[in-house]
């Protein structure tokens, strides 16, 4: 058997800083490795190529006249490893386009798992970076370019300068408490519901802020005494779960919760809440093609929405 098979990069790897160094201690250190673990690779590899490689010199080392002879070409097949995969990793595909997306609470828990599972289905070279804030920041940082899109419900009239909204879906504000609520399950709630209980309120200029104030004006009902303002859907989860408290939200928000029996919707008309949810983009240009790509994505998606 040829005993240069025998022989790996670590062998290569150690001896060659040992030579630098003059030092096993150093060398170890340089390599990340403890010393009597260099010292055994070492020795290993004097016993592959049957020459000694390092000797003593007084309190350090030096190499043998084969190890003088050996260093040559044990460098240069180091250094030509290391320019392979240099040059492979030159040649790797570089990453894809990155495509940024800001998010509102009503699709980030919805939408936007399901559209970017089918994006890494899709195996595309995109990266995606999904951004989640209130409505106002996303837009701002749409027209400044720091986002390509914005997904949630449309903005109003005021909000849309230089900027174009493609409706996919529709969706409407309900009042949610916990499964474990005294009024879950009610066939009916008192006008006066929201001054006896915590209520989680969306804050002024929030996008559903205004749907919900016409509400309580169309409903003849006050707002809350004990209002905690929020866009926060965590904070809001775990608030409800734990006191019995009222949130105004957007259903999509809540969808799973809803739909698998943790939270109960009160009997309140909301339909007069239900508005438009889509795609807002700069308007005067196409977003580039990855953007597209995942755009058509989030249509696929919202297609299969059941109706609300």
């Given amino acids: 058997m040829d005993d240069s098979r025998r022989i790996k990069i670590r062998h290569l790897e150690s001896f060659v800083e040992v030579a630098r160094q003059k030092s096993v201690g150093r060398a170890a250190t340089s390599l990340g490795l403890t010393q009597p673990a260099v010292t055994r690779t070492i020795r ?17 080392i030096r190499l043998s006249p084969q190890g003088e002879v050996f260093l040559t070409h044990a460098g240069i097949s180091l250094a030509a490893v290391r320019g392979g995969m240099q040059a492979l990793a030159e040649t790797a595909p570089a990453p894809g386009p990155m ?116 509400l309580l004006v169309e409903q003849g009902m006050t707002r809350p005494s004990q209002a905690i303002e929020t866009v926060s859907d965590s904070f809001g989860r775990a608030f409800v779960r734990e006191q019995n408290a009222i949130w105004i939200i957007s259903r999509g928000v809540v969808a799973a919760e809803i739909d698998g029996g943790q939270f109960s919707v009160l009997p309140i008309d909301t339909g007069s809440t239900m508005g438009s949810v889509g795609l807002v983009t700069r308007g005067g240009g196409e977003p580039d093609a990855a953007a597209q790509a995942f755009a058509e994505i989030l249509r696929r998606v919202t297609a299969a929405l059941p109706p609300v």
Avoid: W
């Avoid at 290993?44 to 350090?60: C, K, N, S, W």
């Avoid at 970076?129 to 720091?146: P, Y």
């Fill in 44 to 60: 290993e590899l004097e016993t592959i190529v049957g020459q000694p490689l390092i000797a003593r010199d007084g309190r350090g």
């Fill in 99 to 214: 495509v940024r997306i800001g998010a509102l609470p009503t699709v980030s828990v919805t939408v936007m798992p399901a559209a970017v599972s089918q994006l890494l289905a899709s195996e595309t070279p995109s990266r995606l970076r999904v951004i989640t804030g209130e409505n106002r920041v996303l837009l701002d940082q749409l027209r400044k370019g720091d986002l390509d899109m914005v997904m949630g419900r449309m903005p109003a009239p005021e909000q849309m300068g230089g900027l174009r909204f493609e409706p996919l879906y529709r969706d409407r504000v309900v009042f949610v408490v916990s499964s474990q609520h005294p009024l879950a399950g009610r066939d009916h709630v008192p006008a006066d519901v929201l001054g006896r209980y915590p209520v989680l309120f969306p804050p002024e200029g929030s996008i559903i802020f205004p749907y919900v104030e016409t």
